[in-house]
């Protein structure tokens, strides 16, 4: 072979291996993103929830506190998700009001009230890595998942909990996101969120969510009814329960602005 002929190959093959490199990304980008295309299209419809919820924090040495709590949820087709979450109980947060509204193209819009100070106060988009109410629960995981919100890449097929899942890298678009990257654990039955490892700035595990006991509502929509959070750098955690919830109430847009949180009880 001529010496022309040996750089031709050598340049036909190192194409040739970009190209299958190149397809390789493309392809699991495009099935991280059919996968999310999915579980979102597959929780669609419900049009509005209203949950009665109950926040335990545990510390690092397993001491817990209670906080009772009812969340409203109001389902938006082209937009993000709206929902208004009222603290009853115990005295010292019983008023306390937190407002999201869930963008698709724009970083989302949220408020505080405290009763307290009877003061609504916005939520930067710089803050909201902040914790929410003292939980592990940041602001920013108080928002609805929008497809929007990230570019997502598919790692692998898994077991998580006897269950065969799919394993999909989400990175958040939001430069004010407290996460560098999210590894979401879905069944591959019913596309239900099961695990969320959630990673700092650094590149390092910073917490993980954990979903059960999952019920099936109006044929149709999963609901887990336990999501506890662990801080696998601080040790401590929260848990949120479900212990009832209602589809399809009636809810508007009207009940769920900024003067719902001064009105709300």
């Given at each position: 072979m001529t010496k022309f002929g040996r750089v031709f190959a050598r340049t036909l093959l190192a194409i040739c291996f970009t190209s299958v490199a190149t397809s390789t990304v493309i392809a699991d980008e495009a099935e991280g993103l059919r996968i999310a295309t999915e579980r979102k299209a597959r929780n669609s419809g419900w049009e509005d929830t209203v949950a009665s919820t109950t926040m335990v924090l545990r510390d690092t040495r397993g001491k817990e506190s209670e906080r009772e709590l009812r969340v409203y949820t109001l389902e938006r087709a082209d937009e993000g998700d709206k929902s208004l979450t009222v603290f009853d109980s115990p005295a010292d947060v019983k008023g306390a009001a937190f407002l999201s509204f869930s963008n698709t193209l724009t970083p989302d819009d949220q408020w505080m009230y405290l009763p307290k100070v009877k003061r609504v106060k916005r939520i930067a988009s710089q803050n909201k890595s902040g914790p929410f109410m003292s939980s592990e629960f940041a602001y920013e995981d108080m928002a609805s998942f929008e497809l929007e919100k990230y570019t997502f890449n598919y790692l692998r097929d898994d077991e998580f909990d006897g269950q065969s899942v799919f394993v999909v890298e989400q990175t958040p678009v939001d430069k004010f996101s407290g996460y560098s990257k999210q590894l979401a654990f879905i069944d591959q039955e019913h596309y239900r969120l099961l695990k969320m490892d959630f990673f700092d700035k650094k590149g390092d595990l910073l917490k993980t969510l954990i979903l059960d006991d999952y019920e099936l509502?109006?044929?149709?929509?999963?609901?887990?009814?336990?999501?506890?959070?662990?801080?696998?750098?601080?040790?401590?955690?929260?848990?949120?329960?479900?212990?009832?919830?209602?589809?399809?109430?009636?809810?508007?847009?009207?009940?769920?602005?900024?003067?719902s949180l001064k009105r709300a009880r």
């Open positions: 509502y109006l044929d149709q929509y999963w609901r887990p009814h336990t999501s506890e959070m662990f801080n696998e750098q601080t040790g401590k955690s929260t848990a949120m329960f479900i212990n009832e919830i209602e589809f399809k109430t009636g809810l508007k847009d009207s009940d769920l602005d900024k003067d």
